[in-house]
């Protein structure tokens, strides 16, 4: 009986050296993220900065054709931008229904890091009470 309370302790050992891994895993994918909507948003301010150097030119000249071209090319890249940001949220936080996704993306990045670490936390707590 006494081994297999030890194969048993053993098993669940395993499982928490497992999640434990793939908890690691984990934040270092957020962390690559992080990075990149850190690069995004830099992107996107400098695109929000020349949109406010171009308006008041645009506005003394609002016949200037290139100047309304630069401005239009200005916004639709800072529109991009924004939408690449949301995705990148929707990536770490879980998103809102979309047409893909009805009820939502189901989950983040950091409610997937969560859920590793409550079911480590799980574990260890059924190995104190039943091993």
Known sequence: MFKLFNKKKR???RIIKDAQS?????EFKKFTVLQQREDI???YDQSQQALEQITPQFEAKPNDKKI??????IEKKADELKQLLDAVDATLDGGPPS???KNGVS???NQELQNKVNRINSVKAFIEYNC
Request: hydrophobic share 30%.
């Open 22 to 26: 793939l908890v690691w895993e984990t």
């Open 107 to 109: 989950e983040g990045l």
């Open 68 to 73: 309304e071209e630069e401005k239009l090319q």
């Open 11 to 13: 098993y669940f050992k």
């Open 99 to 101: 047409e893909i996704h």
């Open 41 to 43: 948003r830099r992107q």
